[in-house]
């Protein structure tokens, strides 16, 4: 595999009563805020990844509704880019008893407000841009998403 290829992501926005869900996880050793996220695993489509992702690291099961947008960002540090697939979702219920992803310190809900007040600790910057974004109605239906088989 090419190293320096981007690295296709998913990631989920949960809105509930005016609080948007956030993970506080670990990343270099250095707390950092982020939506539920992670990498589009092999045998899933991408909005099966969203699901897993969001319930792996806040214990909330979700149903994704919209596709609110795709993003690349490449970190300056990194040699590769990321391309991000973010779901509008509508939290279903939450499993307090299954663990938690070993990066992730806790699940958190926060006001737009309260988002924008932490910049400085969002791990990039499709983390403000996806709730701006959502905010602002950007809404694709899901069947934009089109899976094939093999």
């Given amino acids: ?10 990631a989920t926005l949960v809105e509930r009563s ?24 092999a045998g899933e489509t991408l909005i099966e990844a969203a699901v897993r992702e969001t319930l792996e690291e806040t214990r909330w099961r979700v149903q994704p509704t919209a596709l ?13 880019a990321f391309l991000r697939f973010a779901f509008l979702a509508t939290a279903l219920d939450h499993d307090a008893d299954r663990p ?7 699940a958190v809900w926060l ?7 932490r910049a400085a600790e969002h ?15 950007r809404r694709l239906a899901l069947e934009w998403l089109d899976h094939l088989p093999a």
């Fill in 1 to 10: 595999m090419d190293e320096t290829a981007p690295h296709v992501t998913v």
């Fill in 123 to 137: 791990r990039s910057p499709m983390v403000q841009r996806g709730v701006d974004d959502a905010l602002a109605g």
């Fill in 18 to 41: 005016g609080q948007w869900l956030f993970v506080e996880e670990r990343v270099g050793g250095q707390r950092v805020l982020n939506q539920p996220a992670g990498h589009w695993e």
């Fill in 68 to 80: 609110v947008g795709i993003y690349s960002y490449h970190p300056p540090d990194l040699p590769y």
């Fill in 100 to 106: 938690l992803d070993p990066a992730i310190e806790q």
């Fill in 111 to 117: 006001s737009p407000q309260a988002l924008a007040a």
